[in-house]
């Protein structure tokens, strides 16, 4: 992987990292898991790890969009 694209993505996971960590509202916390996810997964690419790539591609934003309409229910 290019370092420049590293440095792209790893600055990515960070700004998600750094944003979950501020939020103080449930549903900008997942937008800003998801934004981890965005960052970490063209690492797992670049291992060559491409089944668990799609996996976790398939998985975050299906648990996202299960968990916030539970919360969005909860909150009604």
Known sequence: MNDLLASLYGAI???GAVSA???TNSFNKLISVGIIA???IPFLVDRGYLDVAIAVGLIIPVTTI???LVCRRGAA
């Open 21 to 23: 960590l501020l939020q």
């Open 13 to 15: 996971a960070l700004i």
């Open 66 to 68: 299960i968990i916030l």
């Open 38 to 40: 965005g960052g970490v």
